[in-house]
């Protein structure tokens, strides 16, 4: 009879789509986050936590406090290790907070992480195997091809890559889609 | 409104794959570069959907197998000149202009679909991860213009397909849309 | 409930205590370390000093990035990042809290003089940075 095979066709179908989607998604995961804020939350944890506020405060005072989903744990050891001589700042504090912020970064960096950007900054150690910077690491760079070409032709002393948050209107909350992206000078940027 | 002689013409199988696309379609569309996971998997869904449809297109009902609608494009251009001339032929399945739009959806969604896994696996996500394990350089900024550019064609086509239904189910004085949620149609 | 109301908002006023506080407490320690008679003159001077840290690089000096007029933000001359007002009169949050004053003299010294304050200067500067 036509309608049940149909039917019988769906049954196997759908459950098969269903359970290939949730197999593909339980991966190792980790204590920090539950099951859903891989699908609906931010593609990076976003900076404004309980945890992060020390993070915030110390490192976001010259610069973006960027989130640590942005470089792998070994990179963050060697930033905090090199506080003194911080890309040419000082960026130096007392052992306690240094302690503490070590801490909050490398257990949410890339390599502790599992949501779309951290899993595709470690992929991209591939290209980029010791990033030293956020901006070095070749998942940053193919993201910025584009507007990183334009700032060349149209040098613009407010668009600077220390601070995410001149274009991306929404990094405080780990959000970083397009659709949030307002240039100065330019306005919304779609490439 | 139920009159005495309705047929049978779409099976559940056509039904649900028909209102699922939808909805992954949707899906997809509203979540893109924001919700990556969702839209990832609305895709994987689109896919499993479109290979059921198309094993369903052989084996399948009557009225849903491609032998029943895929005409020639002679046969197609003819139904639409007459569609333009308000005297084209009701048909219980697929008409031959919605045939042609049948197939093209199937093609734009399948280079949609590929395209996007490509570009996905070029980052290190999804399933086609492993066929860029010696890739050069990281992303592939062709595969993702190719993406956006195939999901743009398919949402004109899919623009193109509700007129044809609302002219459709207008020339006929039928609704279509209900047709596709019930399968069933006047006799 | 009227006792109440006015506890709390004598715990509220507290934290103001601690912005006075702040400050005379980092004075009281320089004095220990033999610094005196604190300025605000002298405090502005060094402020307002250009030092060459390296060959080959600018000269530097508070202002580079905190600005001339200290009501308004400043603005961080290697990133960009606008820098809150250091005015206390405007942004009641400067010199409030003893550790930071330490963190920021230990880090902007050593960044802008290539050294670290000495006891004195530190104590001129605060004096200066009350004033405004």
Redo the contacts between chains.
Sequence with gaps: MQVSKSIVVLLVSAPLVLGIGVALADRDGDEHEGYWSRWFGSPVAPVETRESALYQEECGSCHFPYQPGFLPSASWIGIMNRLDDHFGDNAQMDEASQRSILAYLTANAADAMNREIPNKVMWSLRYTPKPERVTETAFFRHEHDGIAAYIQRHPNPDISFSNCDTCHTRAMQGFYDERDIRVPGVGRWDD | MKSHSEIKVWDPLVRIFHWTLVSAFIVAWLTEDELMSVHAYAGYLIAGLLAVRLIWGLIGTRHARFSDFVKPPTVVIAYLKDLVRLKAKRTLGHNPAGGAMIMALIVMLTLTVVSGLLAYGAEGMGPLVEFYRHQASYGSEFFEEVHEFCAHVTLILVFVHLGGVALGSLLHRENLVRSMFTGRKAG | MKKEILLLGLCLCLPMLGHADSVTDRLAAYETEGARNFDAQSGALAWARKVRVEQGVAQRSCQDCHGEQLTQPGK?I????S?DPMAPSVNPKRLADA?KIE?WF???C??TWGRACTAQEKGDILRFLQQQ
């Design positions: 961080h290697k990133t960009g990042r820098i550790r963190k230990k880090r902007n050593e960044w």
